[in-house]
C-alpha cells in the first residue's frame, strides 16, 4: 500500500503556469511525463492500465501546487476490460522503480485508463483514491485513450472533487467534467456543475487569455536571457582585448634585443691576433622609451650647440687681444734707436 504524504513539506518553486491561475489545486505536468502517460494509455486499447503519478508537493507566493515530473507503470496490476486493481506485486514493483531510476521524487498521484467509456470515476476507483492516496493534494487522474478525454479528481472534505484544467509544460489543458448526476459513493458532486455554451464560452476565452499571457512570458524571458547573454559576451569581449593590449605593451617592453648577425671582427692582444664575435641586433624600442631616446637626443644637440658657441665666442674674444698688444710694441721699439737726428 502507497504511504500517506499528508506530510510532505512543500518545495519552494516557481509555478510553471500562469500567474494568478484559478483552480481548487494547481497542476503541473512536465511533457515527457504526459507523453509517457498517453503512450502508456494507447497501449492497450481492450483492457484499463494504470500507474502513479512521482514528483514534489510545490508552494510558490499563491499557495500549493502539484508537479508532475515522471510517471511509473504499474506492470503488476490485476487488469480488466472495466477496472483496475493495485495488488502486492504493483506496489512493491512501483516502489523498487520508484527507489532506483527516481529516488528524489515522490509518490503524488495515480492514474488509470477507461477505454472507450468516459472518464467518470466509478465506486472502484473511488475506493483506490480514499483507501491508498488519502492526502488532499493527491491527484486521481484518468483518461480514455480512444476519445482522447481527460479527468483529474482529488480528496476535498465534501468528497471526491473535479479539476476543471492541468498545465504541461506551462500549456493549460482543459479537463473533462462529467454531468452532474447522483452522487456516487464518497462523491461530491461537482461545484458549478452546469456548463451552459456561455460558461463554456468564457472558459474557452480564460483559456485562450492564459495561453497568451503565459506566451508573452516566455518572450520575455526569452529576450531577457538573450540581452543577458549578449551583455555577457560583450564584456567578456571588452575585458579579453583590454588584457592583450596589456600583456602585448608589458611583453614588449621586457622583450630583450634580437640577434640577428655576428660579425667577426680581429682584435690584437699582445703578439697574438684573436677573434671576436659582434653581435648586431634589432630591437622593437617601445613607444615610450622611443620618446625618452628622442629626447635625450634633443638634449645632447643642444648641449653640443652650446658648447660650440662658447668655443667660437672665446676664439673671437682672444684675436682682438693679440693685435692690440703688436700695435703698442713697435713704437716702443723704434724709440730704443736713440734720439731722432735734425
Known amino acids: 500500500m502507497h504511504d500517506a504524504t499528508s506530510g510532505e513539506k512543500p518545495v519552494h518553486r516557481t509555478f510553471p503556469g500562469p500567474r494568478n491561475a484559478e483552480a481548487r489545486l494547481r497542476v503541473?505536468?512536465?511533457?515527457?511525463?504526459?507523453a509517457e502517460l498517453i503512450a502508456h494509455a494507447k497501449a492497450s486499447l481492450e483492457a484499463e492500465v494504470c500507474g502513479v503519478l512521482?514528483?514534489?508537493?510545490?508552494?510558490?507566493?499563491?499557495?500549493?501546487?502539484?508537479?508532475?515530473?515522471?510517471?511509473?507503470?504499474?506492470?503488476?496490476?490485476?487488469?480488466g476490460g472495466t477496472h483496475v486493481t493495485f495488488t502486492q506485486n504493483?506496489?512493491?514493483?512501483?516502489?523498487?522503480?520508484?527507489?532506483?531510476?527516481?529516488?528524489?521524487?515522490?509518490?503524488?498521484?495515480?492514474?488509470?485508463?477507461?477505454?472507450?467509456?468516459?472518464?467518470?470515476?466509478?465506486?472502484?476507483?473511488v475506493f483506490i483514491q480514499r483507501n491508498f492516496f488519502p492526502s488532499p493534494t493527491h491527484l486521481a487522474l484518468v483518461t480514455d485513450p480512444l476519445s482522447g478525454a481527460v479527468a483529474i479528481c482529488i480528496n476535498t472534505p465534501e468528497g471526491i472533487q473535479y479539476l476543471d484544467r492541468f498545465w504541461v509544460d506551462g500549456r493549460e489543458q482543459q479537463c473533462r467534467r462529467p454531468a452532474?448526476?447522483?452522487?456516487?459513493?464518497?462523491?461530491?458532486?461537482?461545484?458549478?456543475?452546469?456548463?451552459?455554451?456561455?460558461?463554456?464560452?468564457?472558459?474557452?476565452?480564460?483559456?485562450?487569455?492564459?495561453?497568451?499571457?503565459?506566451?508573452l512570458d516566455d518572450l520575455r524571458a526569452f529576450h531577457y536571457r538573450f540581452m543577458l547573454f549578449c551583455g555577457f559576451v560583450f564584456c567578456l569581449a571588452l575585458a579579453a582585448t583590454v588584457g592583450y593590449s596589456i600583456y602585448s605593451q608589458w611583453g614588449a617592453r621586457l622583450e630583450p634585443p634580437k640577434v640577428n648577425q655576428i660579425v667577426p671582427v680581429p682584435v690584437q692582444i699582445g703578439d697574438k691576433t684573436v677573434l671576436i664575435g659582434v653581435g648586431i641586433t634589432s630591437w622593437q624600442v617601445p613607444p615610450e622609451?622611443?620618446?625618452?631616446?628622442?629626447?635625450?637626443?634633443?638634449?645632447?644637440?643642444?648641449a653640443r650647440a652650446k658648447l660650440a658657441a662658447q668655443t667660437n665666442a672665446a676664439a673671437t674674444n682672444a684675436n682682438p687681444a693679440n693685435a692690440g698688444a703688436g700695435e703698442a710694441g713697435a713704437p716702443k721699439a723704434a724709440g730704443t734707436n736713440g734720439p731722432p737726428r735734425d
Not at 508552494?59 to 487488469?79: H, K, M, Y
Request: net charge negative; charged share 25%.
Open 28 to 34: 503541473a505536468m512536465e511533457r515527457g511525463a504526459y
Open 180 to 215: 452532474p448526476g447522483p452522487a456516487k459513493a464518497g462523491e461530491a458532486p461537482a461545484a458549478g456543475g452546469s456548463s451552459g455554451s456561455d460558461s463554456e464560452r468564457l472558459r474557452t476565452v480564460e483559456q485562450r487569455l492564459s495561453q497568451l499571457v503565459q506566451a
Open 90 to 125: 504493483t506496489w512493491n514493483a512501483i516502489h523498487k522503480t520508484l527507489e532506483n531510476d527516481y529516488p528524489k521524487l515522490k509518490i503524488e498521484g495515480w492514474y488509470h485508463t477507461h477505454p472507450g467509456f468516459g472518464v467518470e470515476f466509478s465506486e472502484m476507483d
Open 289 to 302: 622609451l622611443d620618446a625618452i631616446l628622442l629626447q635625450a637626443e634633443l638634449a645632447e644637440r643642444e
Open 54 to 79: 512521482a514528483g514534489h508537493l510545490c508552494e510558490d507566493d499563491e499557495g500549493r501546487f502539484v508537479s508532475v515530473e515522471a510517471i511509473i507503470r504499474g506492470t503488476a496490476a490485476s487488469e
